[in-house]
């Protein structure tokens, strides 16, 4: 993805890692056993890795939010906890990120 504020850092593509923690009803996919009856984790992922792949901002915070929407608009999903991790990003530091929690807490 395209991320950050300084020009250097919008020419390039840089590497971005989310950590996400969703809320759903599992109760019919646990009472089926079928996995037609659960969120679809896989769904998630590439709908997220295909916005992160195409996105371009200047902040992650403005990123975290962008990927927390996407999850609550678009999957049955009530409450969603994401970071969003930016390795490299300052000197001295494996990475720097945030910590975001939306939708209706369980």
Do not use: H
């Not at 950590?19 to 009803?25: A, G």
């Not at 009856?37 to 916005?51: N, P, S």
């Not at 996105?55 to 969003?84: H, M, N």
């Amino acid at each position: 993805t395209v991320i950050g504020i300084f020009d250097w850092e919008r020419e390039i593509r840089q590497t971005v890692r989310l950590n996400i923690e969703m809320n759903t009803d599992v109760r019919r996919a646990a009472r089926t056993d079928r996995i037609e009856d659960a969120l679809d984790y896989k769904a998630v992922a590439k709908r997220l890795i295909g916005f992160v792949d195409q996105a371009e901002f200047g902040l992650v915070e403005t990123l975290a939010e962008r990927c927390a929407e996407i999850i609550l608009d678009e999957f049955p999903v009530q409450w969603v906890r994401l970071k969003l991790d930016k390795p490299g990003a300052v000197r001295g530091s494996r990475s720097v990120g945030i910590l975001i929690e939306r939708g209706q807490r369980p």
